[in-house]
């Protein structure tokens, strides 16, 4: 089982339950050392003294806060302890909004809150199953390893869940940060507004989190294998062309008459064992066949990828 980030208390009203931090994510993200050209040696990055040029361990360095001028007010970091809020071990329920009011760019990081035996079960289960029935996040705010956060506390199947959220001022404004953003001026008509909710109508799925992964992922394994094997990978094609304006009523009914044509409302997967990708260029097909997880499929020819394919649509 893995361990708790941070301990503390979750507090609403007079009801107190000693809780643990879990961390909710993890990354799958290929890494990659740097290295340099031409030699192969690996390149590190130091801590290193600005005046003497040599290396400091980590336990001797403090945090300096600059005034200017080369100036700096040293803190130690249990200081920075000190002043926290509570010590740090308090996470008090402060208001309860409702969750379609919290806009998602606000959201940073997840992570799972644990009750910390198995006595406050029950105070633990009441705050999640009122938070579920009335479908509200509770907001709080509590300080974890030297920093303040804003956070929202929700109800899962079975588990709280706490999100980190970006301050009020750390979000930036949108007019001030986009160049061109619609304005009243751009008008939409009521026929191409009723088409364009047509094609999100029959683009509705149901969320299945595991319908989707990260084939950049794959694409990048796939490419440290070809090499290391002297293989050519198949490139990604580019992007299409941009919808001209002129065309847009158009585009939305095609789009809208090639997914009915498609199976409507399948899940991803189920609507690609129903489509005909003989139309398909050879690096979608490359896509699929990875997704797929066809074995061979950096030797096929077009031809080749079609016919593996098929064969696992039918097999599926």
């Known amino acids: 089982m893995a361990r708790s980030i941070w301990s503390g208390v979750l507090t609403f009203g007079l009801v107190t339950v000693p809780v643990g931090l879990f961390t909710a994510t993890e990354d799958h993200t290929v890494h990659f050392h740097q290295l340099e050209r031409g030699t192969g040696d690996r390149i590190r990055y130091k801590r ?13 360095i403090v945090k300096g806060y600059d005034l200017g ?12 302890d000190d ?8 996470v008090d329920m402060t208001g309860f909004v409702d969750l379609d ?27 999640r199953a009122a938070l579920a029935e009335a479908n509200k996040a509770g907001i709080a705010t509590f300080t974890m390893r030297g ?10 199947e079975n588990v709280l869940v706490m999100h980190t959220m970006r301050w009020a001022d750390e979000v930036r404004d949108p007019r001030e940060e986009v160049a061109a953003l619609p304005d009243r001026r751009q008008k939409v008509t009521s026929r191409e507004l009723k088409t364009a909710r047509q094609l999100i109508d029959a683009l509705t799925v149901d969320w299945h989190p595991e319908d989707y992964h990260d084939t950049f992922e794959e694409r990048v394994k796939e490419l440290v294998e070809a090499k ?16 001209n304006v002129i065309d847009l009523m158009s585009a939305l009914q095609q789009s809208v008459e090639r997914n009915r044509a498609k199976g409507g ?15 398909l260029t050879k690096s979608e097909l490359y896509r699929r066949a ?19 394919l098929g064969k696992r649509r039918a097999a599926a």
């Open 48 to 60: 290193i003294n600005e005046r003497t040029g040599e290396e400091v361990e980590s336990r001797d």
């Open 69 to 80: 001028d080369g100036e700096y007010v040293v803190i130690e970091p249990e200081e920075l």
């Open 83 to 90: 002043i926290a809020p509570g010590k740090s071990k308090v």
């Open 101 to 127: 009011q919290i806009e998602p760019v606000y959201f940073d990081r997840t992570y799972y809150v644990a009750p910390r035996g198995k006595e406050y079960l029950k105070v633990y289960e009441l705050l």
């Open 147 to 156: 920093k303040q956060y804003l956070t929202a506390l929700r109800a899962q």
């Open 228 to 243: 290391r094997e002297g293989k050519e990978i198949v490139g990604e094609a580019g992007p299409p062309e941009a919808t």
């Open 265 to 279: 409302t399948a899940r991803p997967r189920e609507r690609e064992r129903q489509e005909d990708v003989s139309g």
């Open 290 to 308: 990875t997704d797929a997880k066809i074995p061979g499929r950096s030797k096929m020819t077009r031809e080749q990828l079609i016919e593996a």
